[in-house]
Structures are given as C-alpha cells and as structure tokens.
C-alpha cells in the first residue's frame, strides 16, 4: 500500500496550424466561398455634391445675379478657412479665380465655360467642389454634364480635367443656357 500511485498519460495536443498552413486556407477559403462578412469593405457613400448649396438663399441670389448680369458676394467657412464666391455677371469666382464665365451666344442664352486651371487648383477644397455641381445643377440646360469628382480629382468624361489643359486650352464649354438679361417687350 506504500506504492506510489502511477501519472496518468498525457493527452496528446492538437498541433497548431502554421502561419503558411492559415494563409493557405485562407486563400483558399476565399477563392471558393468570397469574403466573409468582416472582410468585406462597406459600401462606399454616394455623396451627395452640391445639395448643400442649392436650397441655400445666398447661393440662389448669387444664381440669380449671375443669370441677371448683376454683381453678388458672399463668404464660406470651410475647415477653418474662409472662402469668398462672387459673381460680376459674367463669371463665377472662387477666392478671386474665375471658376465658371458665360459668353453671349445669342439673346437670349450664354454659353457657360469652365476654367480648368482654377478648377485643378482647388479640386481639394470642398466648398469648391460643393459648388461647382450646385452651379450645374441649379442651370437646367446643363443637365446632361460629364463633370465628375472622383478620388479627389475632377473628370470630364473619362479623363482628368487636368490632361486637357496641354491639349486644348484651359476653357472647356459646358453648354448654353438660358439667361435673363434681355427684358422681352410685347408686341403689340
């Protein structure tokens, strides 16, 4: 009865799997079944450019001045920075570079320009990029633009707005719209 009672048998452990073992698996867990739900990226937002602007009374009386040929003036704060959007009638400005500009095409409509060096320029600030899609979308006749913002880069189309300032110049026409600088007259 003096015996020493014997240990019991060590279980044998499971062997972990390796670094290359896991990745394998991984890859090869993807490759059949996708990604899983933790992996996925989330949907990227549709931002919603311009909206801002748009139901705004200052960017509407700017909008108005612009059509009229009037002269009109306000400031934005955006990231701490102040910004100052006027118009003189015939152009659009962005802290004192021309953004958008008409020119007379008959007499009643402009044709709208817009300036690819000024936009280029401040295609990172977001009041300028706010602006430039409310200016195109409060002008009806421009619906059909191909002015798109894109990984902090404008485009129209499918290049840069920046490719074809070398190639055609930095005026680059939108379309025409419809003003109201001409008063119209009865006929009698």
Do not use: C, W
């Amino acid at each position: 009865m003096t015996a020493k009672p014997e240990k019991a048998p060590k279980k044998e452990k499971a062997k972990k799997q390796t670094p290359e073992q896991r990745l394998e698996a991984m890859r090869y867990n993807r490759m059949m079944y996708g990604p899983t739900a933790k992996e996925m990226k989330p949907a990227v937002k549709k931002v919603n450019y311009g909206a801002i602007y748009l139901s705004h009374p200052k960017f509407q009386s700017l909008m108005t001045a612009f059509k009229k040929g009037a002269a009109f003036k306000f400031e934005v704060t955006d990231k701490a920075k102040t910004h100052i959007i006027a118009t003189d009638g015939s152009d659009i400005s962005f802290n004192g570079k021309t953004i958008f500009y008409s020119r007379p095409m008959n007499r009643y409509e402009d044709h709208l320009l817009l300036d690819r060096v000024s936009m280029t320029q401040f295609q990172t600030t977001d009041a300028l990029i706010h602006l430039a899609f409310a200016v195109l979308r409060s002008i009806p006749e421009l619906a059909g633009h191909s002015l798109v913002y894109m990984q902090h880069q404008f485009y129209y189309g499918a290049e840069p707005l920046e490719d074809g300032i070398a190639e055609r110049g930095p005026n680059l026409l939108l379309g025409s719209y419809r003003h109201s600088k001409v008063q119209e007259k009865a006929r009698g």
